[in-house]
């Protein structure tokens, strides 16, 4: 191989390490929404208008932010990050 085909190919594996490294943070750091999680806001709303039957808080004060799992009235479940919130408790 030549030195530009070395150089490129160590790029590409530097890239896609970091793309996996972000990647398996950014759900927890960036309150990532996915199939079963909601955003923040979005959790609030649901309080406010009744939506949420149960809440998990585990308050990790070592973390900025807590994942919270909760169960809706009409039985589904999912997930938000959030920040503490003393109010909510």
Known sequence: MN?????????????VVLMVVFQSFSPRMAGGVGPDSITYTQFLKEVD??????????????????????????GSEATVYGPRDDKLV
Do not use: H, M, P, Q
């Open 49 to 74: 208008s009744g939506r949420v039957k149960s809440v998990d808080y585990t308050d990790e004060t070592n973390l900025a932010v807590n994942a919270i799992r909760f169960k809706r009235t009409d």
């Open 3 to 15: 030195d530009l085909t070395k150089n490129l190919l160590l790029w590409v594996v530097v890239a």
